[in-house]
């Protein structure tokens, strides 16, 4: 991010799909972007005053395969995921997720079901709990993947 631009209440990303965080270094709460305009996504999207820390998402060909768990530090029940879940707790009995290891694709993850709450960028790697990303006390209820149709 530019450091002389003190403000900005709109924006159009013209191509590719994008994280922007409320912290620096990529943390706190975390809003997707797509290609699109957005004639005020801080009001959209209930931001603080602004954008503190932007990430590109690679676009993805290929499968999506992530593994989840009930508690943190891989705990509890888990279930191996290779498409979107809306609800983890109608589909695999899961009362949250709090920690997962994503092996292939890109994900957003969302504390309440059908996609809805504050959510969470996850690319390939381990995730042993989510308060090292600047999300405490945060369980999951659904995950979708981030496909090339965004793009």
């Avoid at 959209?44 to 503190?52: E, K, T």
């Avoid at 995921?81 to 707790?89: A, G, P, R, T």
């Avoid at 994900?107 to 690319?123: D, F, I, T, V």
């Avoid at 709990?129 to 405490?136: A, E, K, P, T």
Wanted: glycine share 8%; proline share 2%; with cysteine.
């Amino acid at each position: 991010m530019s450091s002389y631009l003190s403000k900005c209440h709109s924006c159009r990303v013209e191509k590719g799909c994008f994280m922007v965080y409320d912290r620096t270094n990529f943390m706190g709460n975390q809003y997707f972007m797509k290609r699109g305009e957005y004639a005020d996504y801080m009001s959209m999207m209930g931001m603080s005053d602004c954008i503190r820390s932007c990430r590109m998402i690679p676009m993805h060909r290929g499968n999506y395969r992530m593994k989840i768990y009930e508690r943190e530090n891989f705990g509890g029940q888990s279930h191996e995921m290779m498409d979107d879940c809306d609800n983890i707790m109608s589909r695999y009995s899961m009362s949250n997720c709090m920690s997962c290891n994503v092996m292939d694709g890109h994900w957003l993850m969302y504390e309440q079901p059908n996609y809805r709450g504050k959510m969470m960028y996850m690319r390939p790697g381990e995730y042993r709990n989510f308060m090292n990303m600047g999300m405490s006390n945060m369980k999951f209820m659904s995950m979708r993947r981030i496909m090339d149709s965004y793009y």
